[in-house]
Each structure stands twice: as C-alpha cells, then as structure tokens.
C-alpha cells in the first residue's frame, strides 16, 4: 500500500470487497493507515478498496464522530434526502444522490467488538457511501447519461495528468 487513492477505472473499485474475519494488529494498523490517507486527501470517509486492498473496511470522520468499522451492514434505513456528494476516487466531480436519512448499521470495531450505531443525515451518508465502495457500487452509478459521460471525459484527463 503506497497511499494513493485509486480512482475510477482501477478495477478494485467494482469488486465486492472480501469479509474480515476478525480485528486483529494488522486491521487496527490498517484503520490508522486508511484515517491518515483519509485526513490528508480532506475526505470524510474512506474505504478500504479505494486503497486497493479487497477489505470489508471502512473509516468515516464527521463532526464528533470518528468510526473504524469492518463488514459494516445496514439494519434499518428510513426517510430520504437528495444531496450532493463527493468522492476521492472521483476527484472535483460531485453527484446528486438520493440517501436513507437515517440508518442503523452493525459492525465490528477496532477492537474486534460488535456494535450497533444510529447515523442520520451527512453520518448516515458517508457510511452508505463506504459501505456502496465495499460492494464495488460508486457515485457514477447515481448519475444520469449525459453527467456519466462527463465524468468519464473529466476522469480520461486526470488519469492522463497522473501517468505524465
């Protein structure tokens, strides 16, 4: 692992991530690694595929809330807001998308417990967000024709600008 973000067109981010067994050293290494390349690229969530690793893995930071969470499923969902959201794997792109308002996911944590955690509004939405990159589902996925096309065109020159 190097520290870069993958970004669309590396094919890790359409594969469905692989469980974790456990959280063990080499996860919670893995949750601190995943939080400082999240903290330095300004994101608010990350997942462990965008990293390159096929990990049931995901960190979101948002207000006081700061989660380590491995094979997080969702339990409960209810209302909707439309909001746009950002990517690190999609850089300067953002998407319209349609979420639960409110969620209750369970998961394990750094330490290897399972737990339950009520989310709502922009927590709720980062943690649907890892959670979609665990299954290889990515904001592209929630646009229309024409913005798809957009964002395949403004994603051609970014990969262009990073292999020159």
């Not at 669309?8 to 996860?27: H, M, N, P, T």
């Not at 299954?135 to 929630?142: A, E, M, Q, R």
Request: proline fraction near 2%; aromatic fraction near 4%; charged fraction near 35%.
């Amino acid at each position: 692992m190097d520290g870069r973000i993958c970004i669309f067109g590396d094919s890790i981010l359409r594969k469905k991530a692989k469980a974790i067994k456990s959280v063990g050293e080499q996860e919670k290494k893995l949750f601190e690694d995943m939080l400082s390349i999240m903290r330095t690229a300004g994101g608010v969530g990350l997942a462990a595929p965008q990293i390159g690793l096929s990990k049931r893995m995901i960190v979101v930071e948002y207000g006081n809330a700061l989660l380590m969470l491995a094979n997080p499923k969702i339990l409960k969902k209810e209302g909707f807001e439309l909001l746009e959201e950002g990517c690190l794997s999609f850089p300067e792109i953002s998407v319209r998308i349609k979420r639960f308002k409110n969620i209750v996911i369970e998961a394990l944590d750094k330490n290897n417990k399972k737990i339950k955690i009520e989310a709502d509004e922009i927590l709720s939405r980062a943690i649907q967000h890892e959670i979609d990159h665990l299954d290889g589902k990515l904001i592209i996925d929630y646009a229309n024709l024409v913005d798809k096309f957009r964002i395949r065109k403004r994603i051609k020159g970014i990969r262009a600008q990073r292999n020159s």
